[in-house]
């Protein structure tokens, strides 16, 4: 990948391509001025605006599209598992024990070795590694390996030593993955292990890997529980200085007055929402669930809020101006932000609440009572496909975890869009890696065909839904008067396509004025970013 630019002449004409506007179905150029569409039209027009911009790109037929936004991004811990240890696709424990030696090796000078990804249900031994294994693989040295969905991690020996009294904390458990206050405590201590300038590196890496995907925007679900301010003002800080991706700053934690948003504030986010858990992850076992798990019949996850708290949060959050948003996968703690959210509603009013466009994270075991209820009360789902392709199926960690009749609930993006509940789609990387086409193919190609949406519908979520999450609704769209967010694309030929015909369809022919996009049809080439633009200022261009 080449390094971002920051040469975009002040007026630019694109031409001769496929430029994907509601503006205009059958646009092949484009016009940016000062960061901005100034125009969209037709090839025979464009001849009118050449000899007055400062350059003119001839797109020879490549597709342009408003650049995506990835609405739910670690973008440190990302950045990390690109330039660290990194074991998704490790197939068994030997080889990913095999990498971490590997690993500690490498790099001799590292306080904490830091890695990302294992998903021992995934392979043949069904455990995750001992402690004996991590000490022997690590040398000794302090080690933290989060689990494919970051709500457990195992550690070495010499971590836990880092960490007074963290064998007394809620989640640990002698020589098994630690989960809730016990996985916080060795997060942060392994974090704080990463010099400043690990840091940054990571946080490069990360937004330069969005960038040569066509992402534009992603939003930055940090907290207290997760990274830490510092991380949060360093990556602000970072992309103020760089021409792009653009980077949505949020932080999770609870607050109880208008007053206390000073810190939110403060901090550079938008919001007191991300990742601010009512309760954590299926493949952890500690989503909230009404019922207990298929393979743990003794549990039904772990609760970190209540009603009243929710409740109190989005009081606070509306009266101060600002988002309120949690983390919810499980149908009971779904329920609890639902509880919490209507009872704010009934004290501030429904049009207050529903006007602050307060979002859900994930939002995976959903009832038609909860949808209604969703759109009902305006909250915006940042969902992530990629789950449902990683973990769904009748053969899947889902289905292993639930059951498969409750796995087949999962993820029901369908139900949603027919409800009316806005979708903004992410990635939750590192959990499932920034791709956005993929989590486009993902959406219309779910595992459960009920629950497919068209590919038109899943790239407006993943494109102009992530602006509307931030309330932002004039963006995300090439049309005059929007910001010049785009993305270039080498791609095949263009179609209005649906998976299958439990979807409501498009006229394919060419008068009905459908925009075309790429075939995506799992198995088919996805298309190849040439060039992102944010703000009308070139961020990548491949070699």
Same mark, same amino acid.
């Given at each position: 990948m080449s390094e971002p630019q920051d040469d975009q002449p002040r007026t630019v004409l694109l031409r001769n391509g496929e430029v994907h506007s509601p503006a205009d179905?059958?646009?092949?150029?484009?016009?940016?001025?000062?960061?901005?569409?100034? #125009?969209?039209?037709?090839?025979?027009?464009?001849d009118s605006f050449?000899?007055?911009?400062?350059?003119?790109?001839?797109?020879?037929?490549?597709?342009?599209?408003?650049?995506?936004?990835?609405a739910h991004v670690h973008t440190t811990a990302t950045g990390l598992a690109l330039t660290g240890l990194d074991l998704t696709g490790a197939r068994t424990l030997t080889e990913a024990l095999g990498r971490v030696r590997e690993y500690a090796r490498s790099r001799p000078g590292d306080r904490v070795l830091i890695g990302h990804g294992w998903d021992a249900s995934a392979w043949p031994e069904r455990r995750p590694p001992s402690r004996a294994e991590l000490d022997e693989a690590a040398g000794g040295r302090p080690l933290y390996l989060?689990?494919?969905?970051?709500? =457990?991690?195992?550690? %070495?020996?010499?971590?836990?030593?880092?960490?007074?009294?963290?064998?007394?904390?809620?989640?640990?458990?002698?020589?098994?993955?630690?989960?809730g206050d016990a996985h916080h405590a060795a997060r942060a201590r392994a974090y704080d292990g990463v010099s400043a300038a690990q840091r940054t590196e990571a946080q490069r890496a990360a937004l330069d890997r969005a960038a040569a995907l066509g992402i534009g925007s992603v939003h930055e679900c940090a907290g207290p529980q997760i990274s830490g301010a510092e991380d949060l003002t360093g990556l602000l800080r970072l992309a103020a200085e760089r021409p792009g991706p653009r980077v949505v700053g949020y932080w999770a934690e609870a607050i109880e007055s208008p007053g206390q948003a000073a810190k939110v504030r403060e901090l550079g986010a938008i919001g007191a929402a991300g990742d601010l858990f009512v309760d954590g992850s299926l493949g952890s076992h500690t989503a909230c669930l009404h019922q207990p798990y298929a393979d743990a019949p003794h549990s039904t996850g772990t609760a970190h809020l209540d009603a009243a708290t929710v409740a109190a949060h989005v009081t606070a959050c509306?009266?101060?101006?600002?988002?309120?948003?949690?983390?919810?996968?499980?149908?009971?703690?779904? =329920?609890?932000?639902?509880?919490?959210?209507?009872?704010?509603?009934?004290?501030?009013?429904?049009?207050?609440?529903?006007?602050a466009r307060h979002r859900v994270e994930h939002a995976e075991l959903l009832t038609p009572e909860h949808i209604a209820a969703f759109a009902e009360l305006a909250l915006t789902a940042s969902v992530q496909p990629a789950f449902d392709a990683a973990w769904g199926g009748e053969d899947g960690?889902?289905?292993? $975890?639930?059951?498969?009749? $409750? &796995?087949?609930?999962?993820?029901?993006?369908?139900?949603?869009?027919?409800?009316?509940?806005?979708?903004?789609?992410? %990635?939750? =990387?590192?959990?499932?890696?920034?791709?956005?086409?993929?989590?486009?193919? @993902?959406?219309?190609?779910? $595992?459960t065909p009920a629950h497919r949406i068209s590919v038109r519908?899943?790239?407006? &979520?993943?494109?102009?839904?992530? #602006?509307?999450?931030?309330?932002?609704?004039?963006?995300?769209?090439?049309?005059?008067?929007?910001? @010049?967010?785009?993305?270039? #694309?080498?791609?095949?030929?263009?179609?209005?396509?649906?998976?299958?015909?439990?979807?409501?369809? #498009?006229?394919?022919?060419?008068r009905s004025g459908t925009p075309g996009l790429p075939d995506l049809t799992p198995g088919a080439q996805l298309p190849v970013c040439v060039r992102t633009v944010v703000a009308g200022r070139t961020v990548h261009r491949a070699d």
């Open positions: 179905p059958f646009a092949t150029a484009m016009v940016v001025e000062r960061g901005g569409i100034a #125009w969209v039209g037709s090839e025979g027009a464009a050449a000899d007055g911009v400062d350059e003119v790109v001839d797109l020879e037929g490549a597709l342009v599209t408003p650049a995506f936004t990835d989060t689990r494919a969905d970051v709500h =457990s991690a195992v550690v %070495s020996t010499a971590l836990l030593d880092l960490v007074p009294g963290l064998t007394g904390l809620p989640g640990y458990a002698a020589d098994a993955p630690l989960t509306t009266e101060a101006g600002i988002q309120a948003g949690f983390h919810a996968i499980g149908d009971a703690a779904v =329920s609890t932000v639902i509880e919490g959210v209507r009872a704010a509603a009934e004290k501030l009013g429904l049009a207050r609440v529903r006007a960690m889902y289905a292993r $975890r639930l059951g498969p009749e $409750r &796995a087949r609930a999962l993820n029901p993006y369908a139900a949603m869009l027919r409800a009316g509940v806005p979708l903004a789609l992410g %990635s939750d =990387s590192p959990v499932t890696p920034l791709d956005p086409w993929g989590t486009v193919r @993902a959406a219309a190609f779910h $595992r519908a899943a790239f407006t &979520a993943h494109t102009r839904g992530g #602006w509307r999450a931030i309330g932002r609704d004039d963006a995300g769209v090439l049309v005059p008067g929007a910001p @010049a967010d785009y993305a270039v #694309w080498r791609a095949g030929d263009l179609v209005v396509q649906v998976p299958d015909t439990r979807v409501a369809n #498009w006229s394919t022919d060419p």
